[in-house]
C-alpha cells in the first residue's frame, strides 16, 4: 500500500485512551502545535485527561466494552471532531489490529504501525516462528499449530522441566503457568487454557523452557516509513509481581557494554523481520547470561520514560514525527546513553492487603517538585476519583542521575516526599524496594517480589517521641492556622493566654493500639511537650502542606494531613496514621475541666440540647461546639442540675470559656 495513505501531516490527534498515558501523549502533542481531543467514559467526566485536551468526547458508560474499546464510538469521535489522527496509548486498542484497520478505512492516520505488522507479532506463536527464521535467540520451546495433549506432553518432555505454558495470545501475565514436573503439566494446561479463553478469546499455548533466576531485559526501538529503524537502548524489569512490572530501570545494570550491543542488535534485527513502522519494544528473558526473545509489543510502552531520560528523546514527539511520515530525527550511531533512570509505578493498591485495589477520592495529592531529577507522569490531581472500573496506576515517578545509585537514591526520596491520602496506595512499598539491599546491589529476578513480600509489604512503624510530639503539633499549628483568618484572635499569637501556664492533655492511638499520652505546658514562658518523664522544648513553624518541629533544638521536617479527628503525619521515621482521641465524647477515661463545663479548644456553638433547670444523668449532651469542622458535643460530668448556660447558638468561644454549670446532685 502507499505509505502515504498510512502516514501523512495533520492537525487533530485524537487519543484514544485515559489516565497518564492519555495526559502524556495531550502534552507532546500541544507542544508541536496539534489540537488534542481526549474521549471519556461516564466514570471519567472530570478526569485530568479530560480537562487538558483542547476538546473531549464522550465515548459511553464506564464499563471499557461501552467506552474505551468501543471502536465505532471512538471512530465517530474523531469524525465529531475533525480528528485527522489516533494515538491508541497502551493497553485498551493499542494492539488491535482491527482498530488500526478501522481507523485506516475512517481515513485516519493511527499512529502505530500497520495492522499487518500487529498481526504478525500479536501472538507469541506467531512472532517466535518470525524471529526463527530471522535468526533471533529464542528460549528453547515448542510454538507449533498441533495443540492436543500428546503433542505438548512430548514438547515438554524434550525441553525439560521446568516449563512455562504460555497462551499465545497472552498479555499482563495471564494464561501463564509455570510447571515443575510431567505430573502437573496436564492440569496446568488445562487451567491455563480456560484464563486465555476468557481473556483473549483464544486458548493457543505454546511451551518454554523456564530459565533459572529470570530476568527482564527488552529493547525499544522505533522504526520509520523510509525504512529506517534504531534501537533506543534497553531496559531491565525484572522487579515484578505476578509477571507485571513494578520498578523498571535503563539501561540495565545486568549486561556489559558487548552485551548491551547484542541485544540491541537482535532487537533491531525482530523489528527489521517485519520492516517494522512506529515504537515498539522487543521483549527477552535472560539468565544474566544470555537473552532469549519472548515477545514484541508494537506500541509505546508504561515505562518508556526511562529510555526517554537516558536519549533526551522525546518517544511521544518521534511517533508522532513517523505518523506525519518524516524521516526519523537521528541515525543510530548519533544516539547516545547518557546516566541512568529508574521508574515506579505508583498504583491505588493495599500492598499490606494482597495488593488489593483501592478506590476512592484522592483527599490529599502532594507529589514533588520535578526538580533535581525527578519527573512524574500523571493521571490524578487532588479531589479526583479513583473508580474501580480501569486499571489503578495513578502515576509514574522517574528519576535520572549519572549513576544508578543517585537515581535510586532520587527516586526514593521522591517517594518518601509523597502525601497522598484518601485512597491507599503502594507508595510505601515501592520505597521499601528501593532501599532494599538486593535491589541496590541488582542481586534480583523476577520471582524477587514475591518471596520478599513479607519485608516489602510490612506493617509501618509504632510511633515513638517524635511522631507523639508532632501530633501535638499537628494541631496546634492547625488550630493556630484555622484562627489566622479571625482578627484579633489570640491564636495568632501561638502561646498567648490571659493567666500565667496553662496545661493541656492529648491522647493519640494507631489503630486499635493503647492511648499514648502527651501533655503540653504553655503560656508564659517556653512551650514544652512532656511524655512520661521526659521534658521537651519545642517550637513549631509553619510550612507548605506540614511543618518544621524543633525540640531541644533539633530541628525535623514532618507532612501533616488532619481530617477531624485522623492525623497523618510524615516524618523522618517514616509515614504515620494516628486518632487523636476525642477528649470529650465518651472516649477516653478521663473528663476534661473535671466538674467546669468549658470549651476544650476554640470553636463554635452550633446546638444547646438541654435546657436551664433540667435534671441530667452522667453523660448527658449539653451542647455541641463545632471544632476544626468536626462536631464535639459536652455532656454532663456527672448527675445533676443543668443550672446555667453561658452561651448561645453562633457563639464563636475560645478555650477555656465556661460554657455551661451543672450542680451536683450529690449522689
Ligand atoms: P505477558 O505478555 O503476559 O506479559 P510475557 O511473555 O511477556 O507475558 O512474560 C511475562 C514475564 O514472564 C516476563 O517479563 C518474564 O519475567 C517472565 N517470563 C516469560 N517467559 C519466561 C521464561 N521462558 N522463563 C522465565 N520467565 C519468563
Same mark, same amino acid.
Request: proline share 5%; hydrophobic share 40%; aromatic share 6%.
Given at each position: 500500500m502507499d505509505r502515504s495513505m498510512l502516514y501523512r501531516r495533520f492537525h487533530t490527534l485524537l487519543i484514544a485512551n485515559r489516565g497518564e498515558i492519555a495526559a502524556r501523549v495531550i502534552r507532546t502533542a500541544r507542544a508541536m502545535g496539534l489540537r488534542t481531543v481526549a474521549v471519556y467514559s461516564e466514570a471519567d467526566r472530570d478526569a485530568m485527561h479530560v480537562a487538558l485536551a483542547d476538546e473531549a468526547v464522550l465515548l459511553g458508560p464506564a464499563r471499557a466494552r461501552d467506552s474505551y474499546l468501543n471502536v465505532? $464510538? &471512538?471512530?465517530?469521535?474523531a469524525r /465529531? +471532531? #475533525?480528528a485527522e489522527a489516533v494515538h491508541p496509548g497502551y493497553g485498551f486498542l493499542s494492539e488491535n489490529a482491527e482498530f488500526a484497520r478501522a481507523c485506516l478505512d475512517a481515513g485516519l492516520v493511527f499512529v502505530g504501525? =500497520?495492522?499487518?505488522?500487529? +498481526?504478525?507479532? #500479536?501472538? /507469541?506463536s506467531g512472532s517466535k516462528a518470525l524471529m526463527e527464521k530471522a535468526g533471533v535467540p529464542l528460549v528453547p520451546g515448542y510454538h507449533g499449530e498441533a495443540q492436543d495433549e500428546a503433542t505438548l506432553a512430548k514438547a515438554a518432555d524434550k525441553i525439560g522441566f521446568p516449563i512455562l505454558v504460555k497462551a499465545s495470545a497472552g498479555g499482563g501475565g495471564r494464561g501463564m503457568r509455570i510447571v515443575r514436573s510431567a505430573a502437573e503439566l496436564g492440569s496446568a494446561i488445562v487451567s491455563a487454557k480456560r484464563e486465555a479463553k476468557a481473556a483473549f478469546g483464544d486458548d493457543t499455548m505454546l511451551i518454554e523452557k523456564y530459565v533459572d533466576n529470570p530476568r527482564h531485559i527488552e529493547v525499544q526501538i522505533i522504526g520509520d516509513s523510509h525504512g529506517n529503524l534504531v534501537s533506543l537502548f534497553e531496559r531491565e524489569c525484572t522487579l515484578q509481581r505476578r509477571h507485571? /512490572?513494578?520498578?523498571?530501570?535503563?539501561?540495565?545494570? +545486568? &549486561? %556489559?557494554?558487548a552485551q548491551r550491543e547484542t541485544v540491541c542488535a537482535a532487537a533491531r534485527k525482530a523489528a527489521g523481520a517485519v520492516n517494522y513502522v512506529g515504537a515498539g519494544t522487543i521483549e527477552f528473558v535472560s539468565d544474566g547470561k544470555d537473552v532469549f526473545f519472548i515477545e514484541m509489543n508494537t506500541r509505546l510502552q508504561v515505562e518508556h520514560p526511562v529510555t526517554e531520560l537516558i536519549t533526551g528523546i522525546d518517544l511521544v514527539e518521534w511517533q508522532l514525527r513517523v505518523a506525519f511520515g518524516e524521516a526519523l530525527p537521528l541515525k543510530q550511531d548519533e544516539i547516545r546513553l547518557n546516566g541512568h533512570a529508574v521508574e515506579a509505578r505508583v498504583y491505588a493498591e493495599n500492598p499490606t492487603k494482597n495488593f488489593m485495589p483501592s478506590v476512592g477520592k484522592i483527599? +490529599? @495529592?502532594r507529589l514533588p517538585a520535578e526538580t533535581g531529577g525527578l519527573r512524574i507522569d500523571a493521571g490524578y490531581r487532588e479531589r479526583d476519583s479513583v473508580s474501580p472500573y480501569y486499571d489503578a496506576m495513578l502515576a509514574k515517578m522517574i528519576a535520572w542521575a549519572p549513576t544508578r545509585d543517585v537515581a535510586i537514591e532520587r527516586l526514593n526520596r521522591g517517594l518518601q516526599e509523597s502525601d497522598v491520602r484518601g485512597i491507599v496506595t503502594n507508595i510505601p512499598f515501592l520505597s521499601a524496594l528501593m532501599t532494599h539491599p538486593k535491589v541496590r546491589t541488582n542481586a534480583i529476578d523476577t520471582g524477587f517480589i514475591e518471596r520478599e513480600l513479607a519485608v516489602l509489604a510490612s506493617a509501618p512503624p509504632a510511633p515513638g517521641e517524635l511522631e507523639l510530639c508532632a501530633a501535638v503539633a499537628a494541631?496546634? %499549628?492547625?488550630? $493556630?492556622?484555622?484562627?489566622? #483568618?479571625?482578627? %484579633?484572635?489570640? @491564636?495568632? =499569637?501561638?502561646? @498567648?493566654?490571659?493567666? #500565667?501556664? $496553662?496545661q493541656r492533655s492529648f491522647a493519640f492511638r494507631v489503630g486499635h493500639g493503647p492511648e499514648q499520652k502527651i501533655t503540653m505546658n504553655y503560656g508564659s514562658g517556653p512551650s514544652t511537650l512532656v511524655i512520661g518523664e521526659r521534658e521537651l522544648a519545642f517550637t513549631v513553624a509553619p510550612k507548605d502542606g506540614g511543618f518544621d518541629l524543633t525540640l531541644d533544638g533539633v530541628k525535623s521536617q514532618v507532612a501533616a494531613v488532619i481530617d477531624g479527628h485522623e492525623l497523618y503525619l510524615r516524618t523522618r521515621n517514616g509515614r504515620f496514621d494516628l486518632h487523636w482521641v476525642d477528649p470529650f465524647g465518651g472516649e477516653s477515661e478521663e473528663h476534661v475541666g473535671e466538674d467546669k463545663i468549658a470549651a476544650p479548644l476554640p470553636g463554635t456553638v452550633v446546638a444547646v440540647l438541654a435546657e436551664e433547670g433540667a435534671k441530667l444523668e452522667k453523660g448527658a449532651p449539653i451542647l455541641t461546639l463545632e471544632v476544626m469542622k468536626m462536631e464535639q458535643t459536652l455532656r454532663a460530668p456527672y448527675a445533676g442540675v443543668l443550672k446555667s448556660i453561658k452561651c448561645k447558638v453562633g457563639d464563636i468561644v475560645q478555650e477555656g470559656v465556661e460554657l455551661a454549670v451543672v450542680e451536683p446532685s450529690g449522689e
Amino acid at each position: 500500500m502507499d505509505r502515504s495513505m498510512l502516514y501523512r501531516r495533520f492537525h487533530t490527534l485524537l487519543i484514544a485512551n485515559r489516565g497518564e498515558i492519555a495526559a502524556r501523549v495531550i502534552r507532546t502533542a500541544r507542544a508541536m502545535g496539534l489540537r488534542t481531543v481526549a474521549v471519556y467514559s461516564e466514570a471519567d467526566r472530570d478526569a485530568m485527561h479530560v480537562a487538558l485536551a483542547d476538546e473531549a468526547v464522550l465515548l459511553g458508560p464506564a464499563r471499557a466494552r461501552d467506552s474505551y474499546l468501543n471502536v465505532e $464510538r &471512538l471512530i465517530e469521535a474523531a469524525r /465529531k +471532531t #475533525g480528528a485527522e489522527a489516533v494515538h491508541p496509548g497502551y493497553g485498551f486498542l493499542s494492539e488491535n489490529a482491527e482498530f488500526a484497520r478501522a481507523c485506516l478505512d475512517a481515513g485516519l492516520v493511527f499512529v502505530g504501525p =500497520t495492522a499487518g505488522m500487529m +498481526t504478525a507479532m #500479536g501472538s /507469541k506463536s506467531g512472532s517466535k516462528a518470525l524471529m526463527e527464521k530471522a535468526g533471533v535467540p529464542l528460549v528453547p520451546g515448542y510454538h507449533g499449530e498441533a495443540q492436543d495433549e500428546a503433542t505438548l506432553a512430548k514438547a515438554a518432555d524434550k525441553i525439560g522441566f521446568p516449563i512455562l505454558v504460555k497462551a499465545s495470545a497472552g498479555g499482563g501475565g495471564r494464561g501463564m503457568r509455570i510447571v515443575r514436573s510431567a505430573a502437573e503439566l496436564g492440569s496446568a494446561i488445562v487451567s491455563a487454557k480456560r484464563e486465555a479463553k476468557a481473556a483473549f478469546g483464544d486458548d493457543t499455548m505454546l511451551i518454554e523452557k523456564y530459565v533459572d533466576n529470570p530476568r527482564h531485559i527488552e529493547v525499544q526501538i522505533i522504526g520509520d516509513s523510509h525504512g529506517n529503524l534504531v534501537s533506543l537502548f534497553e531496559r531491565e524489569c525484572t522487579l515484578q509481581r505476578r509477571h507485571q /512490572k513494578v520498578i523498571e530501570e535503563a539501561p540495565s545494570p +545486568t &549486561l %556489559n557494554a558487548a552485551q548491551r550491543e547484542t541485544v540491541c542488535a537482535a532487537a533491531r534485527k525482530a523489528a527489521g523481520a517485519v520492516n517494522y513502522v512506529g515504537a515498539g519494544t522487543i521483549e527477552f528473558v535472560s539468565d544474566g547470561k544470555d537473552v532469549f526473545f519472548i515477545e514484541m509489543n508494537t506500541r509505546l510502552q508504561v515505562e518508556h520514560p526511562v529510555t526517554e531520560l537516558i536519549t533526551g528523546i522525546d518517544l511521544v514527539e518521534w511517533q508522532l514525527r513517523v505518523a506525519f511520515g518524516e524521516a526519523l530525527p537521528l541515525k543510530q550511531d548519533e544516539i547516545r546513553l547518557n546516566g541512568h533512570a529508574v521508574e515506579a509505578r505508583v498504583y491505588a493498591e493495599n500492598p499490606t492487603k494482597n495488593f488489593m485495589p483501592s478506590v476512592g477520592k484522592i483527599s +490529599t @495529592w502532594r507529589l514533588p517538585a520535578e526538580t533535581g531529577g525527578l519527573r512524574i507522569d500523571a493521571g490524578y490531581r487532588e479531589r479526583d476519583s479513583v473508580s474501580p472500573y480501569y486499571d489503578a496506576m495513578l502515576a509514574k515517578m522517574i528519576a535520572w542521575a549519572p549513576t544508578r545509585d543517585v537515581a535510586i537514591e532520587r527516586l526514593n526520596r521522591g517517594l518518601q516526599e509523597s502525601d497522598v491520602r484518601g485512597i491507599v496506595t503502594n507508595i510505601p512499598f515501592l520505597s521499601a524496594l528501593m532501599t532494599h539491599p538486593k535491589v541496590r546491589t541488582n542481586a534480583i529476578d523476577t520471582g524477587f517480589i514475591e518471596r520478599e513480600l513479607a519485608v516489602l509489604a510490612s506493617a509501618p512503624p509504632a510511633p515513638g517521641e517524635l511522631e507523639l510530639c508532632a501530633a501535638v503539633a499537628a494541631i496546634v %499549628n492547625d488550630e $493556630r492556622q484555622a484562627a489566622q #483568618g479571625e482578627a %484579633n484572635s489570640p @491564636w495568632q =499569637t501561638f502561646g @498567648w493566654m490571659p493567666v #500565667g501556664r $496553662r496545661q493541656r492533655s492529648f491522647a493519640f492511638r494507631v489503630g486499635h493500639g493503647p492511648e499514648q499520652k502527651i501533655t503540653m505546658n504553655y503560656g508564659s514562658g517556653p512551650s514544652t511537650l512532656v511524655i512520661g518523664e521526659r521534658e521537651l522544648a519545642f517550637t513549631v513553624a509553619p510550612k507548605d502542606g506540614g511543618f518544621d518541629l524543633t525540640l531541644d533544638g533539633v530541628k525535623s521536617q514532618v507532612a501533616a494531613v488532619i481530617d477531624g479527628h485522623e492525623l497523618y503525619l510524615r516524618t523522618r521515621n517514616g509515614r504515620f496514621d494516628l486518632h487523636w482521641v476525642d477528649p470529650f465524647g465518651g472516649e477516653s477515661e478521663e473528663h476534661v475541666g473535671e466538674d467546669k463545663i468549658a470549651a476544650p479548644l476554640p470553636g463554635t456553638v452550633v446546638a444547646v440540647l438541654a435546657e436551664e433547670g433540667a435534671k441530667l444523668e452522667k453523660g448527658a449532651p449539653i451542647l455541641t461546639l463545632e471544632v476544626m469542622k468536626m462536631e464535639q458535643t459536652l455532656r454532663a460530668p456527672y448527675a445533676g442540675v443543668l443550672k446555667s448556660i453561658k452561651c448561645k447558638v453562633g457563639d464563636i468561644v475560645q478555650e477555656g470559656v465556661e460554657l455551661a454549670v451543672v450542680e451536683p446532685s450529690g449522689e
